[in-house]
């Protein structure tokens, strides 16, 4: 196996110079449904105990009310992926955004248990669908050069959520039982900030050529580039004439590869841990003997952590590469967890020393997997399947996210911290192994360049 995609067309790349004042407006605007991400996601880590005392839950239950959404995500992938190739990425962000807003809304009003499972699940399908079209985005509106730090937007987006929330969960914990209701009532700012900034972004240039409005994909490369527009439009046309963009192409010898690496990396992601960290980070906290006011805090420190953390890939992700920073937050997330299940067997799982290995942890993650995760994604993919394909590893994402945190708590109770953190650092020494057997570099590759290095077998990784 070859760990090196196709070789760059050089000149192609130097005659293409980057505007990169628009490029990082349009790229950082589409990626703020990223920040709605994360706030959904990471707000229930606050209002949790609060919902486990409104509705009298047990663990199985408890469960249930962090897990609701992500399985909405499921569904939420899937419709965004049978119609983003028709209607478009940015008429689905618009549509996601308005759909942020009015569950939100929902879930603070829910008067029942039911009534919130059922908000919950419908704000997973805006999720979900913003997990695939945005990455998918920004990936077709960034040149190469550029566009590892541009998707690196998109995790940095989750993580401001995952921080704001966290922060809205600290500030609002003492005012009282409804506490819950107000802390999920905040999400509809930011869903109203991003409905607005959408209006301002162009649709991704690839689309347009695929819907044959070659005239408008024209304008939006200039905008990117300039120089190198029919160079870009030509390589778009070439890729776009190997698949007829149906479902039943996904099952090309050039499309197998990345579909098959792309699944794996779906599942080893959650099953090595994030996702507990972030959700459940104080449960966790709190049994390593802080009060709640304490747990609610250090996740704060926690957020705060994550996104320091994701401000170095900014840094690294073009400069190293997708896969060694792969291997290296593979590795580092492993160490950390075992640590952890260390500190449990001898007796030292508490205060500081918790505190301090489970951002150690989101260092390795944060810094490394996450960004490159969300970026690679939509890289490895061909134009005419781009859409139909993601939904098969943003698919896949949600279903381990969702069965992993659904049945987190009660692992975690039944097995304890030991054995618990030495399941996913097992997970993530799977991670590492498969990354180093099957993970190609696509660094400074146009998406053109990618998808031909897959359709050439004898070149082809994996």
Not at 17 to 23: A, D, E, H, I, S
Not at 162 to 177: A, C, E, F, M
Not at 236 to 246: F, I, K, Q, Y
Not at 348 to 353: E, I, K, L, Y
Request: one cysteine or more.
């Amino acid at each position: 196996m070859t760990a090196d995609l196709a070789p760059a067309a050089e000149q192609e790349r130097a005659a293409y110079p980057v505007n990169l004042g628009y490029t990082l407006m349009t790229a950082s605007a589409a990626a703020l449904g990223g920040l709605m991400f994360g706030f959904d996601i990471a707000i229930i880590t606050g209002a949790g105990p609060f919902i486990q005392e409104a509705f009298d839950l047990d663990a199985l239950g408890f469960g249930w009310a962090f897990s609701s959404l992500l399985f909405g995500c499921i569904f939420g992938a899937a419709f965004a992926g049978a119609i983003v190739d028709r209607i478009g990425r940015k008429a689905l962000m618009l549509l996601v955004a308005v759909l942020f807003a009015l569950t939100t809304l929902a879930t603070g009003a829910a008067g029942s248990f039911d009534q919130f499972i059922t908000a919950r699940f419908l704000g997973g399908l805006a999720v979900g669908a913003a997990s695939l079209v945005v990455p998918m985005y920004v990936s077709e509106i960034t040149p190469a050069p550029l566009r590892g730090r541009m998707g690196a937007l998109y995790q940095m987006a989750i993580v401001t959520g995952i921080l704001g929330s966290y922060l809205v969960n600290y500030l609002l914990r003492d005012t009282g039982p409804d506490a819950w209701r107000y802390m999920f009532y905040t999400g509809v700012i930011p869903a109203l900030i991003y409905l607005a900034v959408l209006l301002l972004v162009p649709e991704s240039p690839r689309f347009l050529i695929r819907q044959g409005k070659e005239a408008a994909a024209r304008r939006v490369l200039e905008r990117i580039g300039g120089a190198g527009t029919e160079a870009a439009l030509e390589a778009v046309r070439a890729s776009l004439r190997v698949d007829s963009g149906t479902w039943r192409d996904l099952a090309g010898a050039h499309v197998r590869a990345p579909l098959r690496l792309s699944f794996f990396l779906a599942i080893l992601i959650h099953l090595s841990g994030i996702n507990t960290i972030i959700e459940y980070a104080p449960t966790i906290f709190r049994s390593a003997g802080f009060t709640l006011d304490a747990a609610l805090f250090s996740t704060f420190v926690v957020g705060i952590a994550n996104f320091a953390f994701t401000l170095v890939s900014f840094q690294v992700i073009d400069r190293f590469g997708r896969r060694p920073l792969y291997i290296i937050g593979s590795a580092g997330m492993m160490i950390s967890l075992i640590c952890l299940a260390g500190a449990a067997v001898t007796g030292n799982f508490h205060g500081m020393m918790v505190l301090v290995l489970i951002v150690l942890y989101l260092f390795f993650f944060a810094s490394c997997i996450g960004p490159v995760f969300w970026t690679l994604l939509p890289e490895i993919f061909p134009n005419g399947l781009r859409g139909k394909a993601m939904t098969v590893p943003v698919l896949t994402q949600w279903g381990a996210n969702a069965l992993v945190v659904l049945f987190f708590p009660a692992i975690f109770h039944a097995l304890g911290e030991a054995v618990t953190f030495l399941l996913l650092a097992g997970a993530c020494l799977a991670q590492l192994l498969f990354v180093i057997r099957a993970l190609p570099e696509t660094r400074n590759r146009t998406l053109e360049e990618i998808s031909a290095a897959w359709a050439d077998e004898r070149r082809a990784p994996g």
